[in-house]
C-alpha cells in the first residue's frame, strides 16, 4: 500500500467496520426497545408475535454469535450457505400460495414436499456459496456451522466494500482529484443504510464486484470486466445493468466499426476477431442473465418472488402506485414509526435520483448504469427498500463526492449520514425493520 489514498481507504475501511459492529453491540446493550414494529402493517402483525421474540423459531436467526448482524434476509442467505436452496428448516410455499414455516417442523402431506418451493429460492446463488466456501477454512476455529457461516457473511460483505471503495477511487480520481476519490469511497460507507455492507447481505459483495468491474472496464481490463460483471449479475439480477456500460464502453472504441474489415481479414489471413470477442465480452452479463433466468433456479426465483415477495421486472405502474400510496401514508402523520420510516425511503431516494441524473454530464458511464439500478430496483412492485438498493449505484457516491468540494456540504452530509446510519443500523441490530 504505498500509495497514500489507498492506505487512507483501507484503514477508513478497518474502522468503519469495527465502529458499524461495535456501534450495534453497545446500542442493543443499552436499552430495549418498544414492540412492535408499527414501520409497516406487515411489521406490525409480524413483530407483536410473542413480544419481540418473532424469530425464536427461525433457526438462522438466532445464534447469539454476531447476532447484530443478522436479521430478516440473512436467514436465507445463511440456510443456503448451510443446508442448500432445499434446506428443510427453511420456509417454503406451496403452489397455492400457503406458507409452510418449515420441513423440519411441518411435514406437508404424503406426495407432496416435491411441489413445495423454499422461499431460499428467491434469492441468487453466489453470496450464500461464496459464504460456503469462505466458511471452511473458518471452521478450523471451532464454532457451530451458523457461527461459523455468520462470521464468513460479514467477511464477505465487509470485503467486497472494501473493494468497491477502491473501485470508487479509481473511477472518480481523474476527474475529481486524490481528495474526490477518497470522498466517493467515505461517502458509500456512511450513507444512511450503509451499515449493510458490513451484515449478512448481498449488497457488500455485489457493490464490490459491479464496481470493481467497472473500475475494469475504465482501464480496458475487458476480461477482467466481464467476468466481475458476471459474477454481480450472479449476486443480484439488477447486475445484468452492467451490460449498459459496457456495451456504450465498446461502442465507444468503435471497434465495431471494423468488423467487417476484419472479416476479410479472418478468411484470408487467419487473424483473430478482436472486435468481436470485445463485443461478446460487452454482453456477457445478459447471456449470463438468461442462462440464470431460464434455469430451475430462474424460474423457482420468479415463482417466489412473485407469490410471496410480490416483486417482478419493471412493474412499474405498481411500483407507481405502492409509492404514491406511501407518500400519501407517510405524510397522514397517523402513525409515527411509518411516518418516519418512509421518511427516511423518500430521503435517500430523492437523493439517489437527483445525484444520479446530475452525475450524467461527468460519468455518463456510470450514471446510465446507475440509473437503471435505480429503475429496476424501484419498479420491482412494494413500496420499500429503496435507499438500500441504491448502494449500487457508483454515480450517487461519485456526485456527491463532487458535491463535497464545498467544505459546508461535506460537513452537513457527513453528519446527516451518520445520524441516520446511526439510527438505522442500531433498529437493524433490534431486529426492526429498516429496508
Aim: net charge neutral.
Amino acid at each position: 500500500m504505498k500509495n497514500p489514498a489507498v492506505r487512507s481507504i483501507f484503514f477508513i475501511w478497518l474502522g468503519w467496520l469495527l465502529l458499524v459492529i461495535g456501534f450495534q453491540a453497545v446500542a442493543t446493550a443499552r436499552f430495549d426497545p418498544q414492540w412492535p414494529d408499527r414501520a409497516q402493517d406487515w411489521t406490525t402483525n409480524e413483530t407483536a408475535k410473542n413480544q419481540g421474540d418473532y424469530q425464536r423459531d427461525r433457526l438462522y436467526l438466532t445464534e447469539p454469535f454476531m447476532n447484530n448482524q443478522v436479521a430478516w434476509d440473512s436467514e436465507y442467505y445463511l440456510g443456503i450457505a448451510i443446508g442448500g436452496y432445499d434446506d428443510p428448516n427453511m420456509p417454503a410455499l406451496s403452489p397455492s400460495g400457503w406458507m409452510i414455516p418449515n420441513f423440519a417442523t411441518h411435514i406437508p402431506t404424503v406426495g407432496y414436499q416435491a411441489e413445495v418451493l423454499s422461499l431460499s429460492y428467491a434469492f441468487l446463488p453466489l453470496y450464500p456459496y461464496t459464504v460456503r466456501l469462505v466458511a471452511i477454512p473458518l471452521s478450523l476455529l471451532g464454532m457451530n456451522p451458523i457461527a461459523t457461516a455468520t462470521l464468513a457473511g460479514v467477511l464477505v460483505s465487509a470485503l467486497g466494500t472494501l473493494a468497491a471503495m477502491l473501485s470508487l477511487y479509481v473511477l472518480s480520481r481523474d476527474s475529481l482529484g486524490e481528495e474526490g476519490g477518497l470522498r466517493a469511497a467515505f461517502y458509500l460507507v456512511i450513507f444512511p443504510t450503509g451499515f449493510f455492507l458490513a451484515q449478512v447481505y448481498t449488497e457488500g459483495l455485489f457493490v464490490g464486484l459491479a464496481f470493481s468491474s467497472l473500475a475494469m472496464l475504465k482501464g480496458r481490463n475487458w476480461w477482467a470486466a466481464a467476468l466481475l460483471a458476471c459474477a454481480a449479475t450472479l449476486t443480484r439480477a439488477v447486475g445484468i445493468a452492467l451490460i449498459i456500460p459496457m456495451v456504450l464502453t465498446w461502442l465507444s472504441t468503435r471497434e465495431w466499426y471494423h468488423l467487417d474489415l476484419e472479416w476479410r481479414q479472418i478468411y484470408h489471413s487467419g487473424l483473430p476477431l478482436r472486435p468481436l470477442l470485445r463485443g461478446l465480452l460487452a454482453f456477457s452479463p445478459l447471456f449470463v442473465f438468461l442462462a440464470w433466468k431460464f434455469s430451475y433456479l430462474g424460474v423457482a426465483f420468479d415463482f417466489v418472488e412473485a407469490n410471496f415477495f410480490g416483486r417482478g421486472y419493471l412493474d412499474l405502474g405498481t411500483s407507481f402506485y405502492t409509492w404514491a400510496n406511501s407518500l400519501r401514508s407517510m405524510l397522514s402523520f397517523k402513525n409515527p414509526q411509518h411516518s418516519a420510516y418512509y421518511f427516511t425511503e423518500f430521503f435517500g431516494m430523492i437523493v439517489a435520483i437527483v445525484a444520479i441524473l446530475k452525475a450524467r454530464k461527468n460519468f455518463p458511464e456510470l450514471a446510465w448504469f446507475s440509473l437503471a439500478v435505480f429503475l429496476i430496483s424501484w419498479g420491482s412492485g412494494p413500496a420499500q427498500g429503496i435507499h438500500r438498493y441504491v448502494l449500487g449505484a457508483p454515480a450517487l457516491f461519485v456526485q456527491l463526492a463532487a458535491w463535497g468540494k464545498n467544505p459546508a456540504f461535506d460537513r452537513v452530509w457527513t453528519i446527516a449520514s451518520l445520524l441516520l446510519m446511526g439510527l438505522l443500523a442500531m433498529l437493524f441490530a433490534f431486529d426492526f425493520w429498516v429496508a
